[in-house]
């Protein structure tokens, strides 16, 4: 079965200062890797996904996403960070043709003024 | 629409009380799910409706209950939860996984 590892349980970060979240999946034949975002007192909000081309995805709000099958990671950048990106991310896969998404335990984003 | 919508958003019931949870889309999404979340930990799946049928459980207790009425609705049906089963319950829905919605989530609350 596919798990998520996300390294780090809190990222905290000074505002306008770059961040990356690191994750890694267990290896699989095909996956799709997807990034969310959840507020506190919300629910998720899809960041971005890769399914499949190019390996560099990127977020309407500045976040990026690199993946790289030959250490299956997936790991989550910004290169300048706001006190509004101050959320608990989470990243998640999917076996091709399940409908299982296995989330991470999670990373926590704390961005301080 | 892109909105998967939850009621209520909050929810106290005693360990004798039978509720519900609801949910809904109109994105015409085959597949919709039912999530649980801990504070501080990531969501857990519970279950998963595929075409209207029930297609994967967690083994899930059995004081969790669902119920797919048509394709834009879902339903958790509760009873005789213990406090441990305090969580946030998120529901989502999707087409071919490719991007899941989440409603905002119900907080229960058992006492």
């Known amino acids: 079965a596919q798990s998520v590892t996300q390294l780090d349980s809190q990222v905290p970060v000074f505002e306008e200062a770059p961040v990356e979240l690191r994750c890694n999946y267990s290896?699989?034949?095909?996956?799709?890797l997807f990034w969310y975002v959840q507020y506190p007192n919300q629910g998720l909000q899809l960041l971005l996904k890769y399914l499949s081309g190019s390996t560099l995805v990127e977020s309407i709000n500045g976040f990026e996403a690199e993946f790289n099958k030959s250490q299956t990671s997936f790991h989550l950048r910004k290169p300048s960070v706001h006190i509004s990106d101050t959320a608990e991310y989470f990243c998640?896969?999917?076996?091709?043709?399940?409908?299982?998404?296995?989330f991470g335990t999670g990373t926590r984003l704390q961005v301080f003024p | 629409d892109t909105e998967v919508i939850q009621t209520p958003k909050h929810l106290v019931m005693g360990m004798t009380n039978k509720k519900s949870l609801k949910c809904e889309q109109h994105?015409?999404?085959?597949?919709m799910y039912w999530y649980k979340q801990k504070a501080k930990k990531p969501p857990e799946l519970m279950f998963v409706?595929?075409?209207?049928?029930?297609?994967i459980n967690e083994s899930v207790p059995s004081r969790f209950s669902p119920e797919c009425p048509n394709s834009s609705l879902l339903n958790l049906h509760l009873h005789a939860l213990q406090p441990e089963d305090s969580a946030l319950y998120l529901c989502a829905s999707s087409q071919d996984l490719i991007e899941a919605f989440f409603g905002q989530g119900t907080r229960l609350t058992v006492v």
């Open positions: 994105m015409g999404h085959r597949a």
């Open positions: 409706y595929s075409y209207e049928k029930l297609s």
């Open positions: 290896s699989s034949v095909s996956v799709y």
């Open positions: 998640a896969v999917s076996d091709y043709g399940t409908d299982k998404l296995i």
